[in-house]
């Protein structure tokens, strides 16, 4: 069964939008604090929106004003909003609990390329 799938990714140019989607498994969505990560080539996955069952977000300061992460309790689906991207923003994006464990599984991940 798969848990985690995430879409919506793409090419786009500098100060550019996209909206990507995480479709999210009954047992996953309804329980945890969900996030998007994301990792770039030759570093580390770094978690940059966090959204608690409550309603709280949280954003990393490379992306805070620009990135939204919300939630659709319909579709069970977590979202990025991201506007005026930078290159820097290059990278796979991922969705995932917020406090996961080394045996959680991952998705396939979306990419992200974002031209200067």
């Known amino acids: 069964q798969v848990q985690l799938a995430e879409s919506g990714g793409g090419l786009v140019q500098a100060g550019g939008s996209l909206r990507l989607s995480c479709a999210v498994s009954?047992?996953?969505?309804?329980?945890?604090?969900m996030g998007w990560y994301r990792q770039a080539p030759g570093k580390q996955r770094e978690l940059v929106a966090r959204?608690?069952?409550?309603?709280?977000?949280v954003y990393a300061d490379s992306v805070k004003g620009r990135f939204t992460i919300s939630r659709d309790n319909a579709k069970k689906t977590v979202n990025l909003h991201m506007n005026s991207l930078k290159p820097e923003d290059t990278a796979v994006y991922y969705c995932?609990?917020?406090?996961?464990?080394?045996?959680?599984?991952w998705g396939q991940g979306t990419q992200v390329t974002v031209s200067s």
């Open positions: 009954q047992s996953i969505f309804s329980f945890y604090d």
């Open positions: 995932n609990k917020v406090n996961f464990r080394a045996s959680d599984s």
């Open positions: 959204l608690t069952l409550s309603g709280v977000t």
